[in-house]
């Protein structure tokens, strides 16, 4: 499939309103973002609103744990195979290059992309399944990686961030794909906050959410295409046994996949109060993510490893840290290398409640969210020596 183009005439209205300084008026207006604390954080001339939020998330001490999380390939030394500081960066890049064109507010799109899976686990959407699981059975209440963003930027970190970025990190979920996204309004914390505790009660209501911006909705579109090809690039690095994938219009590779749903975009929602693909790129959308799905992502080399390694290792974990925590042992990691790390005074004093009154439970799930790859490993290993539980990467020569 060959890269496709602008239509002329919507690229010479483009042009045209560029020339002539048009304002859409479809941007969210950075002078109306809401902030818990008010009183803070305001915006100056170098340092609007949302820029920021951008900044607060980049200096957030988890975003570094970002460089050695798995997106879909664990268990390889290979830098050449992404991992989640690179899909954050290119859900960035495509969002801005897309909202660029629409003339939509680039710092607000920056800030949700770089924010939206700094509460990922380690051991990819894998770990995400495992960690909920354990979490409803000893807690009743559900894990999903976008509400953890949330929480990690909002009560594990209080970072003040505005209601528009916390609310596009939230319903960015780019499992869920839609033909047209249309923001739903949402004007107060006490909203966004009763929708973000409705998903730790039934898992279902993660589907409910939706962008309150056009901001959010081209991040939530850009998070699929920015690992739809790239994914595809991994699995051949990885040399997983996938079959040649399928052609069409959307093309069948990254770099095609990425400027021909960007140019299908743009054309169908410029000066429009929503984002949309035609129907032929939706369903070429649809048809090759699930090509990733059984070919990728359920391959029998991928899950193996996951579900006889990783899953049982999270739960000696979990019961191990759960049990620490109850009996109070200062000596365990979860004081020492968790509870020490973000309770730090600038921090505590921010907080609307106090971690030390977090159910156990939750700061045992915060803790296990947070590791990276090699750090949930090397955990492992100091906790449970003898384990028979051990994961051997693939080297770069093997």
């Known amino acids: 499939m060959s890269y496709s183009q602008l239509p002329e005439g919507i690229a010479k209205r483009i042009e045209d309103d560029n020339k002539n300084g048009v304002d859409l008026k479809l941007a969210f207006d950075y002078n109306n973002a809401i902030r818990r604390d008010s009183g803070h954080d305001h915006p100056t001339l170098l340092r609007n609103a949302f820029i920021r939020d951008a900044e607060k998330i980049l200096h957030c001490p988890f975003y570094n744990r970002y460089a050695d ?68 059975e000893y807690a009743g209440r559900h894990f999903s990686h976008n509400i953890h963003s949330v929480r990690v930027l909002d009560e594990i970190f209080p970072l003040n961030l505005t209601l528009q970025t916390l609310n596009g990190i939230a319903s960015h979920d780019g499992e869920m794909e839609l033909p047209v996204y249309t923001p739903r309004e949402m004007n107060s914390f006490c909203e966004f906050d009763k929708s973000i505790e409705d998903c730790y009660i039934d898992k279902a209501n993660v589907k409910k959410l939706i962008p309150s911006t056009l901001e959010g909705c081209v991040v939530r579109i850009s998070d699929i295409i920015a690992y739809l090809g790239k994914d595809r690039q991994d699995a051949e690095r990885a040399d997983v046994d996938a079959a040649e994938f399928e052609d069409s219009i959307i093309g ?52 193996e490893a996951f579900d006889t390694l990783v899953r049982p290792m999270m739960r000696e974990i979990f019961e191990k840290l759960l049990d620490d925590l109850l009996k109070n042992d200062k000596t365990s990691p979860i004081f020492r290398h968790h509870i ?22 939750q700061i045992v799930v915060d803790y296990i969210a947070s590791m990276t790859d090699d750090y949930f490993i090397d955990l492992h290993s100091h906790l449970f020596p003898d384990s028979k539980h051990k994961i051997d990467y693939i080297g770069y020569f093997d």
């Not at 801005?96 to 899976?117: F, N, P, Q, V, Y």
């Not at 959407?125 to 699981?133: I, V």
């Open 69 to 136: 999380k798995t997106q879909v390939f664990s268990f390889y030394k290979n830098d050449d195979i992404t991992r989640r500081a690179l899909h954050v960066q290119l859900v960035s890049r495509i969002a801005r290059t897309i909202g660029r064109s629409l003339k939509l507010d680039l710092d607000l799109i920056e800030a949700i992309s770089l924010g939206h899976d700094i509460g990922h686990t380690p051991f990819g959407h894998a770990g995400e399944e495992f960690l909920d699981g354990l979490f409803y």
């Open 252 to 303: 069948k590779y990254n770099s095609v996949i990425i400027n021909n749903l960007t140019v299908n975009i743009v054309a169908n929602s410029y000066g429009a109060p929503y984002i949309k693909m035609d129907d032929d790129h939706f369903e070429a959308l649809k048809k090759a993510k699930s090509d990733n799905y059984a070919r990728i992502y359920k391959a029998d080399s991928v899950k």
């Open 340 to 361: 020490s790390f973000v309770d730090k005074p600038y921090y505590a004093e921010k907080r609307r409640t106090p971690y030390e009154s977090t159910p156990p439970e």
